[in-house]
């Protein structure tokens, strides 16, 4: 796991955790690191030490299973984790030997903060590598002393945003931050720098450390003096104070980890590090046992992983390649799918009825490509390159041969049946038909194509480039092929599917729907709306239902309830219905109109910034005199949309817990602390999650009321992760 060899009279220790997919800091790695320094330590031939790796990653960080086995349980078990690292990362700057980390590739986390606690960093410059404390990404903090060693390297005006952002940076760049000494351009020239290094600094130390004048052993300084200044410099205390409201801000107290972090920075800096790594370690214990913490280890980097690894994916289909893509309709949406395609290396058919529309879809790359180029994100080459595999055409002949074909034309059934007819028979032998619907069922868009088992839901989110999610709608005939082929095109664009079976609304519309319903029902009670907007902030939405129904337009929202209500599928009295009917007959359709909920002065200009709730909403719905708690509104807004995603893993339009999941955090934001709508019934515990329902049941109706199957699950008392 670590190998040992004696060069040119140092040890050099080698990581190869072989038996995990990557190096990582585990049980069995940290013990063998903490071993085979110790032997380096009494090695008389070693005059000093290098840490470097055997695989292309120097260490990816902790592993975070071993956080998700203690989340919970006993704190005694996440603080050892933690005192077992500090304790080896301080004997390693005490010992008296010159450690130098050759970080041969990416250094995160646990394997970053190795490197702090070496006396030298030289990384090599490749162009994969990354450097970063990223704990915080997750819920965590770093616990092996990186909120102590980072700021008393490069002071805590530049480790800030490398601690709260958990920024990752490359080797160049941790260069010009001061976190890394030395780059190397190749492996040799790395370690002969490290063993240079060591050969012109025999007795190094620490710069938080001293050697004790009475024993003549290295301890912690107890006057050391942050680059930049301590905290309790007016601009230290103008930093931590500015830092800690512009946290509070971002995350409305719904993190802790940002804020425990300042808090190590803060008191950790006042005292020695051997006392600061002791706060760290306090700290680091409270965020690892939060089950915000939990939520993100499990939903957004396990979970995600898993997803992005194809978890629905047919295993009998062999892997599939898109070359070709041809979309129909150069709109908003097509513009978007045809932009991240080709940036992903596929040659791109955008048709449209006209070449000037199909021209100004085109324009749209052009004009992401040039904003890449301008920020230095890539090359004027390359994103000519990609321009170049976008070709616009108004003949559906120019689709020949294409492996896909997605429709992005107007929402209109017999529209979309038309131009299914028109260009599937242009589609390769094995090509795959798909529609980018965002409400038609695609059972019933399928009856337009030959071959209804090669025709599909590709359901992008707007806009293209920005969302990660992209929505797989099965239908009841869609072969397994075809899911495959979808699952992959989504994933060479660097995606994340979900598939989901056929169903009014698909997943993710159908559960949105509920928190903007939910929303249009408080209101009609008299609850104020700026109440709603804010208590929905406050929980962590990115908007509020309101604000969030304007977006996507009342019309639609009208359309979609009145179908509903034709269908008999909604009652006439339904809230939504009557209230989008209500705002469409006044012409008022959301932002698109500059009037909805809002009101937007103008538009087309910061629309955002001067939008403001409509005064005409008081005389609509007056204020009820007692307005309900916070929590309650928060508890109804949450409530109802778990109870849909509830319904739709019930009626097996899910089939996967973290489709559900990351679905809900992805698509509409619903808050990832709370790790999604499936994860949200885990966090507050089965048996009290159906109670509350109940409870809201017998006040706000039956929308409230938990299904028999989850009565059920509650008697048993296993969750859906359980
Ligand atoms: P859009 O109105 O921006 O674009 C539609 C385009 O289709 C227009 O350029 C039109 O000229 C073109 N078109 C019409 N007939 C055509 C034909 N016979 N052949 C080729 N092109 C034709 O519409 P948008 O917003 O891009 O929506 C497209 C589809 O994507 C719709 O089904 C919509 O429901 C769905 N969708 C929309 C989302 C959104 O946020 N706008 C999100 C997810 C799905």
Avoid at 22 to 45: F, H
Avoid at 148 to 172: F, H, S, T, Y
Avoid at 304 to 324: A, D, Q
Avoid at 441 to 464: C, M, Y
């Amino acid at each position: 796991m670590v190998n040992y060899r004696i060069e040119n009279n140092v040890a050099v220790l080698s990581l190869n955790v072989s038996d995990q997919p990557m190096n990582v800091l585990n049980d069995e790695s940290i013990a063998a690191l903490s071993e085979a320094l110790e032997k380096a330590y009494a090695d008389e031939q070693a005059k000093g030490i290098i840490i470097t790796s055997e695989r292309p990653e120097f260490i990816a960080g902790a592993d975070l299973k071993m956080i998700l086995r203690n989340n919970g349980k006993d704190p005694a078990e996440l603080l050892k984790l933690s005192t077992v690292l500090n304790t080896i990362f301080r004997i390693m700057e005490t010992n008296g030997k010159p450690v130098v980390a050759a970080i041969n590739g990416t250094a995160l986390g646990g394997g970053f903060e190795v490197c702090l606690a070496c006396h030298h960093r030289i990384a090599l410059n490749t162009p994969k590598s990354v450097i970063g404390l990223p704990e915080v990404t997750i819920g965590l903090l770093p616990g092996g002393g990186g909120t102590q060693r980072l700021p008393r390297i490069i002071g805590m005006e530049i480790a800030a945003p490398l601690l709260l952002e958990g920024k990752k940076v490359a080797p160049k760049e941790a260069l010009n931050l001061g976190i890394v000494d030395e780059l190397s351009d190749s492996q040799e020239d790395l370690m002969s720098k490290a063993f240079a290094w060591i050969e012109s600094n025999p007795q190094a130390i620490q710069p938080w450390d001293e050697i004790d004048k009475k024993t003549g052993k290295i301890k912690a300084r107890e006057n050391f003096k942050v680059p930049g200044g301590n905290v309790l410099t007016p601009k230290g205390m103008q930093l931590m104070m500015g830092g800690t409201a512009m946290t509070l801000a971002k995350t409305k107290g719904n993190y802790p980890a940002p804020i425990e972090i300042l808090s190590c920075v803060y008191e950790g800096l006042l005292v020695n590090i051997d006392r600061g790594l002791l706060i760290e370690a306090r700290h680091f214990v409270k965020v690892a046992n939060s089950s915000v913490a939990k939520n993100l280890i499990r939903i957004m980097f396990f979970g995600l992983n898993e997803v992005n690894k194809g978890l629905s994916r047919p295993k009998s289909v062999p892997k599939t390649e898109v070359r070709k893509l041809g979309i129909l309709g150069a709109g908003l949406m097509g513009a978007g799918i045809a932009f991240v395609a080709a940036s992903a290396g596929i040659e791109v058919i955008l048709k449209d009825v006209t070449t000037e529309n199909a021209e100004k879809g085109k324009s749209y790359s052009k004009k992401l490509l040039a904003k890449a180029v301008e920020r230095g994100k890539m090359d004027a080459g390359k994103a000519e390159a990609v321009l170049g595999l976008i070709k616009t055409t108004t003949e559906a002949s120019d689709l020949k041969d294409a492996d896909l074909i997605i429709e992005a034309v107007f929402e209109n059934r017999e529209l979309k049946a038309l131009v299914t007819k028109e260009a599937e028979p242009f589609l390769s032998e094995s090509g795959v038909f798909a529609s980018n619907t965002s409400t038609i069922p695609i059972t019933e868009l399928g009856k337009a194509s030959n071959d209804p088992s090669r025709f599909i839901g590709i359901h992008f989110f707007s806009p293209v480039d920005k969302m990660q999610l992209v929505e797989i709608i099965k239908s009841a005939e869609t072969s397994d092929y075809t899911l495959a082929m979808a699952m992959d095109f989504v994933r060479k664009i660097r995606k994340t599917p979900i598939v989901v079976n056929d169903s009014r609304g698909f997943y993710t519309s159908r559960v949105f729907g509920t928190y903007t319903s939910e929303g249009l029902e408080l209101l009609k009670e008299g609850v104020s709306p700026v109440l709603i907007e804010n208590v929905a902030k406050s929980i962590g939405f990115p908007v509020g239902p309101l604000a969030v129904s304007d977006e996507v337009g009342i019309d639609l929202a009208y359309r979609i309830s009145g179908l509903a209500v034709k269908e008999g599928v909604l009652p006439e009295t339904d809230t939504t219905y009557q209230i989008s009917r209500l705002f469409t007959e006044k012409g008022r359709l959301g932002k698109k109109s500059g009037s909805g909920f809002y009101e937007y002065p103008q538009l087309g200009t910061e629309t955002e910034m001067k939008k403001h709730l409509w005064t005409g909403l008081a005389e609509l719905f007056p204020l009820k005199s007692e307005q309900p708690e916070i929590d309650e509104i928060g508890k109804r807004l949450l409530y109802r949309q778990v109870l849909e995603t509830v319904k739709c893993m019930e009626e097996g339009v899910l089939q996967s817990n973290l489709d559900a999941d990351l679905g809900s955090i992805f698509a509409w934001g619903f808050p990832a602390y709370l790790g999604g709508t499936l994860s949200f019934i885990d966090t507050v515990g089965i048996k009290n999650f159906v109670s509350e329902c109940e409870r809201l049941a017998g006040i706000y109706g039956e929308r409230f009321r938990a299904t028999a199957k989850l009565k059920a699950m509650a008697e048993s008392g296993l969750g859906f992760y359980d």
